[in-house]
Antibody, heavy 116, light 112 residues
């Protein structure tokens, strides 16, 4: 059974860079697509983008200028960086595994990142 | 972006009764491959979302058969044949036809 676990700082200062890592167990990240989705407190879900094939990426155009995703197959991890953060980036960030239909069939528990 | 609109936003249900949630997309979600790129997720209180249905009507692994999905083009429905207490939470539809993937606002189901 694939399991995902987000990690990273829970507090980031405005204008700085948010960096998160998702560690995958129970499967190789080389063979699937991996995404980040976020949820501001008390609000709905926003798709950030996905990474696959050792580093090919597709991002939400609304975030594309500030977002970078990458993969480290040696550690079975993938990562998210968001630059120039503001309070609007405060959210629970989820990493997910995507299947061919675009569906997220496995989710991490989520990590709250506060920009303040 | 494709806009996803759910209704109702709040749905109180008596256990054992059926429930239905509507999701409308601003563009057709029918791909040239014949599939509808529409998912349904449930976020139980304090948990991550979980996939219920994919490609409009296919139940994800482990999802009870009381959950079903239907619809075509731009109008979709999630039906629960008999609501149980464990079904409480927020239901989201999501389109995966076009980048960026987009979600509905969510429908909060609770028990009367």
């Amino acid at each position: 059974q694939v399991q995902l676990q987000e990690s990273g700082p829970g507090l980031v200062k405005p204008s700085e860079t948010l960096s998160l890592t998702c560690t995958v167990s129970g499967g190789s990240i080389s063979s699937d697509y991996w995404s980040w989705i976020r949820q501001p407190p008390g609000r709905g879900l926003e798709w950030i983008g996905y990474v696959y094939d050792s580093g090919t990426t597709t991002y939400n155009p609304s975030l594309e200028s500030r977002v970078t995703m990458s993969m480290d197959t040696s550690k079975n991890q993938f990562s998210l960086r968001v630059t120039s953060v503001t309070a609007a980036d405060t959210a629970v960030y989820f990493c997910t595994k995507i299947v061919a239909s675009g569906s997220s069939d496995h989710w991490g528990q989520g990590i709250l990142v506060t920009v303040s | 972006d494709i806009v996803m609109t759910q209704s109702p936003l709040s749905l109180p249900v008596t256990p054992g009764d059926p429930a239905s949630i509507s999701c409308r997309s601003s563009q057709s979600l029918l791909h040239s491959d014949g599939h509808i790129y529409l998912d349904w997720y449930l976020q139980k209180p304090g948990q991550s979302p979980q996939l219920l249905l994919y490609l409009g009507s296919n139940r994800a692994s482990g999802v009870p058969d009381r959950f079903s999905g239907s619809g075509s083009g731009t109008d979709f429905t999630l039906k629960i044949s008999r609501v149980e207490a464990e079904d409480v939470g927020v239901y989201y539809c999501m389109q995966a036809l076009q980048i960026p993937y987009t979600f509905g606002q969510g429908t909060k189901l609770d028990i009367k």
